[in-house]
């Protein structure tokens, strides 16, 4: 597991993303400056139920968030964190999740 979640920066126009686009759809750039996000507004929460193909699966919670500073993306949730909520961004293997932000 690692702190924060990758992000690519168009070095024309400035705009993030997540995942990394081949082209800048804004001004067709194409390249990119890698940085990292590690805070996140929560927008939306949805709930998958039911994978097709998989027994035991467990309801797992995804977020659709605003990186701080970043671009749009969706996330697993770990926790109960719902919409409002700033959340801290992790990566496991190359899939990114957030949670709730430790008590600081
Ligand atoms: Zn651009």
């Known amino acids: ?40 507004l929560i927008e939306e929460v949805s709930v998958i139920r039911h994978m097709i193909g998989q027994e035991n699966w ?7 968030v605003l990186a701080t500073g970043g671009p749009r993306m969706t ?12 959340i801290e961004l992790f990566e496991e293997g190359t899939a990114p999740f957030g949670r709730a932000k430790s008590s600081a």
Request: overall charge positive; hydrophobic content about 30%; proline content about 10%.
């Open 1 to 40: 597991m690692s702190a924060g979640v990758p992000i690519w920066r168009c070095a024309g126009c400035g705009v993030a993303y997540f995942p990394e686009p081949l082209l800048c759809p804004r001004c067709h750039g194409g390249k990119f400056e890698s940085g990292r996000v590690h805070e996140a």
């Open 58 to 64: 467990q309801p797992r919670r995804i977020a659709s």
């Open 75 to 86: 996330v697993g949730l770990r926790d109960e964190s719902g919409p409002g909520a700033t």
